[in-house]
């Protein structure tokens, strides 16, 4: 049988509402019924690997097995500031879970965690987006930059890229200067 992959992200919510309710005590499906869907989730998986949202592995999310080297990539980085951007309002934590409800420019809110998000942007670089780097921000789980000095003239800035990338490349500056150029040509 082939499914969609809509139908693989209902059904990892589904688990999500299944486990969440478990671990509260007040099951919802008997312990069969629950291995069942979750071995048809594995099942799923192993057919798609590319919808794959946690590492079965090693069972650990997959935003900690994202390493710094990418973590400071220019996009990565891009990603990073825009989650500081995101209006509170539209951010929705649970701590407990470690997952966010984050309502962007789609009718209805992302669901985010740490592994990956419903958002275009994980879907097609299975990278973290946006909306996963605010849900680690919100968590403790990474820092957030440093204001950007206002006074920096995009122009000078821009000249300057270039000499940024080698220092950082070369490891002269930190990642926070690196971010805060990276910032800076934005605006
Ligand atoms: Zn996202």
Redesign the pocket.
């Known amino acids: 049988m082939d499914h969609t992959s809509r139908e693989h992200d209902q059904l990892v919510e589904k688990l999500r509402v299944l486990e969440d309710a478990y671990n509260n005590d007040a099951p919802l499906v008997s312990d069969v019924e629950y291995d069942k869907m979750k071995n048809e989730l594995l099942r799923i998986e192993a057919e798609h690997p590319e919808w794959t949202r946690l590492d079965h592995t090693t069972q650990k999310p997959l935003f900690d097995g994202w390493d710094n080297t990418i973590l400071i990539e220019p996009t990565q980085v891009k990603n990073r500031l825009n989650a500081e951007k995101l209006k509170a309002k539209d951010v929705k934590i649970d701590r407990p879970s470690l997952r966010a409800e984050?309502q962007?420019s789609a009718s209805v809110p992302?669901q985010?965690d740490l592994s990956g998000?419903?958002?275009p942007?994980?879907r097609n670089r299975k990278m973290p987006?946006?909306?996963?780097y605010r849900l680690a921000l919100e968590l403790g789980l990474i820092e957030k930059f440093p204001e950007v000095d206002s006074t920096i003239e995009k122009a000078v800035v821009q000249s300057a890229a270039q000499k940024w990338k080698d220092e950082f490349t070369q490891g002269r500056i930190s990642a926070q200067l690196y971010a805060r150029v990276a910032e800076a040509l934005q605006k």
């Open positions: 984050i962007g992302y985010t998000c419903t958002c942007d994980f987006c946006k909306h996963m």
